[in-house]
């Protein structure tokens, strides 16, 4: 079985502005007149504004020159004839406007002033259709003047695609942008709607069908992906009824010294809660007596130096390796490193296994290049920017997340509250259920080792990656306020009920 209830397959697929574009046409292509997809849109944003504010007198409709204005131009209409009272702008001339929004604004009966910083006012509502995903510049004068008004205001905002100001495919502002109560947007999200500073921007986004068909996806090919169960449940290892521990995997999480163990446990812990069979803790002969004395399921093993770890991995059971926290920076944890990536078994970097590569990436990279066994690093920005370098600082964390993979061979881990996941091939995820308190010490130690647990029982590379970072941010939402890193593993069995069907909260 796999038991896996997630959200709706359909949302899983994330579309950049030219994807999105493409969507369009070949519906267009296919027989839909854009005109009929606009009139979806626009009433998808009116529906919208009814649902947060149905009493609302004053709506305050802006339009820009592109569809995102013909969009507003439909809302605008329908509004009006469900009774509200509308004040429509536009940036640029009537006149001035092409194709379906022209036709669209034909269609509106009532006045059009001209965009202006002082007409948000004191509107209930304003819709936010000014600018769409493919901003491909700063917003400046009076556009920039008008959406600091916008979020000076204090009204219901609902942004038509994406707030103006945000790039949908990178999640940057471009200048300044509007601030949502909620977004509407169209047959699938962009990056720029789970990417930060754009999610927090967006509010709530709603995603509108408008008439665009899935099997368009099939032509599209998209590589980028929101992170949830839909995406990689299909490779969970769930235990089968004939299964047993060895079947599920030999994860080994190396120690650091005798003075910094507890990093290493939280992984180990991390590992065997994500269903592991068997973990073992190594490290040296002072490390493990201390190891020893707090780990009970998890096994414990001495070693010394790269030779001595080597060693251990000649087990080929022991199956999946993670080595970084705690570890120490220096060259003791670069030959470890070296040392576990000669084995067959999968390998999860992290912390300090990274850092201590500053001088020396290509040495990593080209040790990974040469083994057939799956790589997974797990670094912050800090540790990223440690080990690409300059890739570290171009383009937005998505593009940076897919160029480190390619680059190194690796599935990438880029972690923070939208953290991406990037497989050499050109695949990414997006995550978006992190809450902040997973910003606690020692809580990236149990998502590695969750990811060596996973990979340990032959989940494949980047799915493992996918569904630690999902599980490790749904542990930490279920616990709540106070979390602490020792609390992330304890709450995989209650995810892991709701996983199946079987939530506690629901039963």
Not at 89 to 106: F, S, W, Y
Not at 112 to 139: K, M, N, Q, S, T
Not at 149 to 157: M, Q
Not at 278 to 296: D, E, I, R
Request: aromatic share 4%; proline share 5%; hydrophobic share 45%.
């Amino acid at each position: 079985m796999n038991g896996l209830s997630g959200s709706a397959v359909d949302d899983v697929e994330l579309l950049t502005t030219q994807e999105m574009g493409r969507a369009d046409s070949l519906t267009i292509d296919g027989g839909t007149p854009g005109r009929v997809l606009m009139e979806n849109a626009g009433r998808a944003v009116a529906d919208e504004v009814v649902r947060l504010a149905p009493e609302a007198d004053t709506v305050e409709v802006l339009c820009g020159p592109g569809n995102n204005g013909g969009d507003g131009f439909v809302a605008a209409r329908l509004l009006k004839s469900r009774g509200h009272t509308i004040r429509l702008a536009l940036l640029g001339d009537v006149a001035a406007l092409k194709g379906d929004a022209a036709h669209m604004a034909g269609q509106w009966d009532g006045p059009v002033e001209p965009l202006d910083p002082d007409l948000p006012g004191d509107a209930e509502v304003v819709v936010d259709a000014i600018f769409g995903a493919g901003l491909a510049r700063d917003v400046q004068g009076v556009p920039a003047a008008t959406i600091k008004a916008i979020n000076e205001s204090g009204s219901v905002v609902v942004a038509v695609d994406v707030p103006s100001g945000i790039d949908g495919t990178t999640g940057e502002v471009r200048g300044v942008a509007v601030q949502a109560t909620s977004t509407v947007t169209f047959f699938r999200r962009k990056p720029g709607h789970l990417l930060l500073p754009g999610r927090v921007h967006c509010g709530d986004t709603h995603i509108a069908d408008i008439g665009i068909e899935a099997d368009v996806l099939e032509i599209i090919q998209p590589r980028i992906f929101a992170n949830m169960p839909d995406l990689w449940s299909d490779a969970f290892p769930w235990p089968r009824t004939e299964g047993h521990k060895y079947s599920r995997g030999h994860a080994v999480v190396v120690s650091g010294g005798a003075e910094a163990t507890g990093a290493a446990r939280l992984g180990a812990r991390g590992a065997l809660r994500a269903g592991a069979g068997l973990v073992s803790l190594v490290g040296s002969k002072a490390a493990t007596a201390v190891n020893a004395s707090h780990s009970t399921a998890v096994m414990v093993e001495s070693f010394n130096g790269a030779k001595g770890l080597g060693a251990v991995l000649k087990d080929k059971r022991k199956n999946a390796l993670l080595i970084g926290p705690g570890a120490g920076v220096g060259k003791a944890t670069r030959d470890l490193t070296l040392a576990a990536l000669k084995s067959a078994a999968a390998c999860v970097f992290d912390a300090d296994a990274l850092t201590s590569f500053e001088k020396e990436p290509e040495a990593l990279f080209e040790a990974i290049s040469n083994r057939s066994a799956p790589v997974v690093i797990t670094p912050h920005e800090g540790e990223f920017a440690r080990l690409f370098g300059k890739s570290a600082s171009t383009g937005s964390k998505l593009e940076r997340a897919r160029a480190a993979a390619e680059c190194s061979g690796a599935v990438v881990v880029l972690k923070g509250p939208d953290t991406v996941i990037a497989d050499p091939g050109g695949r990414a995820a997006i995550n978006a259920n992190a809450p902040p308190w997973t910003a606690t010490a020692g809580s990236g130690d149990v998502l590695a080792g969750m990811a060596a647990g996973l990979l340990a029982q032959d989940m494949p590379a980047w799915q493992a990656a996918c569904a630690a970072v999902w599980l490790h941010g749904e542990a930490a939402d279920r616990f709540g306020p106070g979390l602490i890193a020792e609390d992330l593993p304890e709450m995989l069995p209650d995810v892991f009920r709701g996983l199946c069907g079987h939530d506690s909260a629901t039963a």
